[in-house]
Nanobody, 118 residues
Framework: QAQLAESGGGLVQAGDSLTLSCAAS????????LGWFRQVLGSDREQVVA????????LYADSVKGRFAISRDSAKNTVYLRMDSLKPEDTAVYYC???????????WGQGTQVTVSS
């Protein structure tokens, strides 16, 4: 299992930007995929974006393409989610997740709340 710790959530206004961080530890992540998910109370967890630690390839949900950007800092074992042009519908608890190569996401952080006011 990997240990993940998110930070950077908060209350912002529509159109603002916010950057989330996910500090990963406990493993060597060279063959892992890390991702950002979000969940609204009463709804399923939604994958926002994922990044391959080895080659940096990414996969974005259509709802955030062009507004959100994921990046990684291998030296710090940290993944970032830059969120621009935030909308009220982006309001959710954002989770960092990690998956071994070929496996489902199985390690999760505690989540960080993002609230976007209109």
């Amino acid at each position: 299992q990997a240990q993940l710790a998110e930070s950077g959530g908060g209350l912002v206004q529509a159109g603002d930007s916010l950057t989330l961080s996910c500090a990963a530890s406990g493993r060597t992540f060279s063959r892992w995929t890390l991702g950002w998910f979000r969940q609204v109370l009463g709804s399923d967890r939604e994958q926002v974006v994922a990044i391959s630690w080895s080659n940096g390839s990414t996969l974005y949900a259509d709802s955030v393409k062009g507004r959100f950007a994921i990046s990684r800092d291998s030296a710090k074992n940290t993944v970032y989610l830059r969120m621009d042009s935030l909308k009220p519908e982006d309001t959710a608890v954002y989770y960092c997740g990690a998956a071994r190569a070929g496996s489902d996401f199985s390690s999760w952080g505690q989540g960080t709340q993002v609230t976007v006011s209109s």
